[in-house]
């Protein structure tokens, strides 16, 4: 065994803030879906870091906060009694998901899952894992996904289907009731990823329809490490039914909670309290003040860059602005030189800046007088 020398707190305190000074700053940061924590997040987490929610008999205190939150990101999806738990993110809420579709349909031996080509990579994860097929169907003009184009690569092996309430790469809302139609004529459940949208479409003027107000939506996915404003990891899952998350049980003889719906075994409290916090203190008024702004700086970049000859590609459906350059990783590089960091999408390429909370007018107007300079070295 390797000598691992003691170091003096100091020390080693040292070493972890020289560390933190290379990462960047989140006002340089103009393509992330992720965002400072609020302040009342910070002091939740700190409360609760060393619950274990895994063996929430020990902890019933912090299991009702979970149990609170779920309630309240249900009635904010329209259904105040939705099962649920929470998760580390988007990932393993749609593992889960994926993973409830296949055991309802125990009966098929190659299952597979529709979904438009815009669905998150966690997807890929989640088939791999569950050996399930994924087929990816193709996109209408407007970048949402088109059911007739899903219709086409279903057959009597489709065990369900995905839409995206917040596509990542543009911020698209899939037609969701239409899409909930196909899964009614087909027998099959429908699974929302609303890992970015959940928490931005039901604070908009005019939400589209995409949550249990749909009939046919079974499972949801919430990411409040993205706009709620919490502390990293949070996700949330909510099924429809506790029937659903019961497909996931397996028994734990030897614990007093006896069986376990979760993937993680043992789970942090921490984030989930940061969460409930963020949601509590802001309520819905709160929260519409938060994203009325991201969309007001959204539509002022939106105007700015088609000023400069570059505009959106879409007029943005969310707090997401995705707009053509002559050359993408070019301007990218440019502008990490300048000490922005924004990313793309993939097909067709674009820069993206998602205008996070984080993301002020002042910071805009900054980025913008470089991204000008930028433009002409293209
Ligand atoms: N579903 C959607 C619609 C997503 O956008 C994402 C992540 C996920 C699921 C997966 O969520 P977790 O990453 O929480 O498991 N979307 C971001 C993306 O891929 C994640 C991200 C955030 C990446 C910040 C980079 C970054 O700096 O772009």
Redesign the pocket.
Known sequence: MADLPPWPAPRVEARLRRAKRRDTPYGR?L????TPPHPIARRAHGMFLETNLGDHTLFPGCRSIEEELIGMLGALAHHPHAAGYHT???????VQALRILRNLHRRTAHPNIVAPRS?????EKAADLLRIEFRRAPLGADQRADPAAMERLMDRNTVGLVA??????FGQVDPIPEIGALARDHHVGLHV?????ALVIPFLPRPPRFDFRVPEVATL?I?P??MGMAT??S?VLLARTQKLLDTLTVQTRYLPTKEQVTLAGTRSGAAAAATYAVLRHLGTSGMKRVVARCMENTRYLARRLTELGTPPLLEPPMNLVAFQVPNVEGAMRLLARRGW?V?RTHRPPALRI?VMPHVTRMALDRFLQDYQKVLRQL
């Open positions: 940061i393509g992330s879906m992720c580390s993110g988007g990932t393993e809420s749609n669905a998150h990579f966690s997807f995206v309430a917040g596509t990542t790469e990823d609303g890992a970015f949208g996915s990411d490490h993205k990293i990891p996700g960091r990313s998602v």
